[in-house]
């Protein structure tokens, strides 16, 4: 029963040692001699059951072991090598390629002593052919993430070193400029031409920063289309207002071509697409000589269901690009001469927020351009039919803003930061806007429920405060139980400039925001709807 069962165990044993192994041989170290154990039946190549050690390595290392692994592998496998390596350590493992059949596998052979016994050295060898692989697609794969980690840092290094240079470029205009109005202050027209250069500085800084921040949010997506009905005439006179008033300055000939039959209105996002033409019209205006020509065209396709297709072409007698760099030109921070960019006050970023514009608006957009010649930028965008009616449309009867006055009606300004606070105040002050003042939310909240119901006409509200923020504060106004709780105007007048920020301002209670750094006749306007709505 005994002799049984010892029978079946070692069956077991073998089963598991043929599934897992490819053979186990012993060598004995005096006579050289060699006995093969185990062998896996499944195995293509394997030694004899029993031999000369040196013998059978010499005739199966040429025939079967990767030309490229065969001398290390001889090597390797001497047995004064095997012995002298086991004097140092417990165990030792030869890899290399074996062919099998027609192909080539990975191979281990551990090799060590039968526990304490000297005489006797265990060979047990392995096929790791799948694990090496896994191994090294795994290797490659982190060889890949550091490679795209190294590159990403090395753009990241890029990007902030042009940030830096971009930011610091008009900052040191402005801090010099200040400097120099100190300087000659008692000169009127110089200090109103410095005023000037520093207002154009700033106007350019935050024009960057607005084209670094809307590329980011658009290429991660996180933007909508603002479609609303459009009286197309207002739009183009509207996107084409800028590059001609460039083109004037430059003495370069600026011409408007339409083609085919307009609707009055469309509905599309306004803000958008203005920006994505304006930005390659004023790129063409920009990289153009003097006497030079830029060509505005704008052509109806034709119609789709609901759909009417334009086609946007903007030509101009430039500088043009050499054809190596076209395809870099819609990448941010891309210019082909940086002198001719500096020159003209370029950053680099125009085109690709652009593209990335008409692409999301569903359209396309082409380019040609030939070095010397001039270049061609083509758009073509879907904009929806609509019908007629008798709402007010955007670009639709626009006047001259009024002089505003606020004699009589009081704000309450919610802000942290005393330079803004100052700066605000007094621009509401010029206008005969009363104003209180408080540094954060809380403030604010204890501000307006100190006073009598409809003491104040409208509350300007920062978002980002200390101890409280302004979406809370907001919040805790409308919800305070007050009659006028729910509806004093509250504007929130923020640095908190995208869409996403607009929407969360309005979930909180606000009636509109306002962008720092703010335009004053925009603030004018909207307080105006605001307190005579």
């Known amino acids: 029963m005994g002799d049984a069962k010892s029978i079946k165990e070692r069956g077991i044993l073998e089963q598991v040692i043929k599934s897992e192994l490819d053979f186990i041989t012993y060598v004995d170290v005096h006579t050289g001699t060699f006995h093969v154990i185990v062998t896996n039946d499944d195995t293509d190549v394997t030694p004899p059951p029993e ?4 013998q059978v390595n010499a005739q199966m290392i040429p025939l079967y072991v990767h030309p490229k692994d065969r001398e290390a592998c001889a090597a390797a496998l001497e047995l004064p090598h095997i012995l002298s390596e086991l004097e140092q350590r417990d165990d030792l493992v030869v890899s290399y390629r074996l062919l099998c059949g027609e192909v080539y596998r990975r191979k281990e052979l551990h090799i060590s002593y039968q526990q304490d016994d000297r005489d006797t050295v265990v060979l047990v060898r392995r096929d790791v052919t799948e694990s090496y692989e896994e191994e090294q697609r795994q290797q490659e794969r982190l060889m890949s993430a550091l490679f795209d980690a190294r590159h990403a840092n090395q753009e990241k290094n890029e990007f902030l070193e042009r940030m830096s240079h971009e930011i610091r470029t008009p900052m040191n205009s402005i801090i010099g400029l200040t400097y120099l109005t100190r300087e000659y202050v ?110 505005f065209i704008v052509e109806h396709t034709g119609d789709d269901g609901e759909d009417a297709g334009f086609r946007f072409e903007i030509r101009d007698t430039g500088v043009g690009m050499d054809e190596a760099f076209i395809p870099h030109m819609f990448e941010p921070f891309e ?31 082409d380019a040609y351009s030939e070095k010397g010649k001039g270049s061609t930028f083509i758009v073509n965008v879907n904009l929806k039919r609509v019908r007629n009616s008798g709402e007010k449309l955007r670009g639709q009867g626009d006047v001259q803003a009024p002089d505003y006055d606020f004699t009589g009606k ?124």
Do not use: W
């Not at 031999?51 to 040196?54: I, K, L, N, Q, S």
């Not at 806007?433 to 300007?460: C, K, M, R, W």
């Not at 919040?475 to 929407?503: L, Q, Y």
């Open 335 to 365: 210019q082909e001469d940086e002198g001719i960019t500096t020159l003209n006050g370029g950053t680099g970023l125009g085109l690709p927020i652009a593209r990335n514009i008409i692409e999301f608006m569903g359209g396309h957009i």
């Open 186 to 295: 008692n000169n009127e027209k110089q200090v109103l031409e410095n005023l000037d250069k520093i207002s154009q500085s700033a106007r350019f800084m935050l024009s960057f920063v607005d084209d670094i921040l809307n590329l980011s949010q658009i290429e991660s997506g996180n933007v909508a289309l603002n479609s609303q009905k459009v009286v197309l005439d207002a739009f183009l006179e509207e996107t084409v207002e800028e590059a001609m008033r460039q083109a004037a300055e430059r003495r370069v000939h600026f011409a408007v071509d339409r083609r085919g039959s307009f609707d009055a209105t469309y509905c599309f996002d306004a803000e958008k697409l203005e920006r994505a033409l304006s930005n390659i019209l004023e790129n063409a205006v920009k990289y153009t000589m003097p006497d030079g020509k830029v060509d």
């Open 410 to 533: 009081r704000a309450l300004l919610v802000e942290d930061n005393e330079v803004n606070i100052e700066i605000t105040r007094n621009i509401l002050l010029h206008k005969n806007l009363q104003v209180d003042v408080a540094v954060n939310g809380e403030e604010g909240v204890t501000h307006f429920l100190s006073h009598e119901p409809g003491y104040y006409d409208v509350i300007l509200m920062d978002i980002r405060m200390p101890v409280m923020d302004g979406l809370t504060a907001t919040r805790k106004i409308r919800e305070s139980g007050r009659e006028d709780g729910k509806t004093v105007p509250i504007v929130a007048m923020t640095a908190n400039v995208f869409e996403e920020d607009v929407r969360k301002s309005l979930d909180a209670g606000m009636d509109a925001h306002l962008s720092k750094p703010i335009e004053i006749t925009q603030m004018y306007a909207v307080l105006d709807s605001m307190i005579y709505r």
């Open 51 to 54: 031999g000369d050690y040196t």
